[in-house]
């Protein structure tokens, strides 16, 4: 849903089969309190008053119930279902290729509880710095560990953060660094890193530790936990 601001698109990736899950099915399809995982990530998107466009990159054995859902829950108004690739890299570039705005976020399928003012402030700093991710700061001590299983460094915490999804980039820069790593064989991690590799910076805009990345069965368990929490908020609010 949207104001009319065409500033801004969103490309959702759900293109994996992790198997950290331990699951037949794919993590991002299953059920979270009688909806599809993924359904709540696309809802949260889509009654953002920022975002105008949604890709949704997936599988191609699911587009069809991908679709099928964007239709039952009445988001088929700015979402398009794009095929995906074999890397998640790859499919964030497909999703490229059909995003119309001139900035965009990327997102993980498998995170449905980002925060609405965490979506803003994600695009607010990129549009101010040119590209910003969310993040937070890292609570555990680190350890650099050799390949013998030994200690070799112990960085600092306060210098690290855990980093999170979204990231906001103006689409232009983020396609001609797609096309950068696809040139040099370079596969990264996440989306900012190929933004680096062209010397950008990329600001860290600080989130909260409740957008989780789905992808273990304990993650599901702390998932349920707060959608249930959230409700509960919800019915205290009304």
Not at 15 to 41: C, D, F, N
Not at 68 to 91: C, F, P
Request: charged share 25%; with cysteine; aromatic share 6%.
């Amino acid at each position: 849903m949207t104001d009319g601001n065409q500033e801004v698109g969103v490309i959702i990736v759900a293109a994996g089969r992790g198997t950290r899950m331990g699951t037949k099915e794919s993590k991002q399809y299953l059920m979270l309190k009688s909806k599809p995982i993924i359904v709540h990530t696309l809802e949260k998107f889509h009654q953002h008053p920022l975002i105008s466009q949604i890709v949704l990159v997936t599988g191609k054995a699911d587009i069809s119930r991908c679709e099928s859902w964007i239709k039952q829950y009445g988001l088929q108004d700015n979402v398009q279902v794009v095929e995906g690739g074999n890397e998640r890299q790859h499919s964030v570039y497909q999703g490229l290729r059909a995003i119309s705005t001139p900035w965009v976020l990327v997102h993980d399928g498998v995170r449905p509880f980002v925060a609405d003012e965490h979506i803003t402030s994600c695009f607010v700093t990129a549009k101010e710095y040119g590209a910003a991710v969310l993040a937070v700061p890292v609570k555990d001590t680190i350890k650099q560990v050799n390949e013998y299983g030994e200690v070799i460094d112990t960085p600092k915490r306060e210098s690290l953060w855990a980093i999170q999804t979204p990231q906001a980039f103006r689409a232009s820069d983020l396609v001609r660094a797609h096309e950068k790593a696809s040139l040099e064989g370079f596969v990264g991690t996440d989306d900012a890193m190929l933004i680096e590799r062209l010397g950008m910076q990329v600001k860290v805009v600080e989130g909260d530790y409740s957008n989780v990345k789905i992808t273990t069965p304990d993650d599901l368990i702390y998932a349920e936990f707060i959608t249930s929490r959230n409700n509960k908020g919800e019915l205290a609010n009304d």
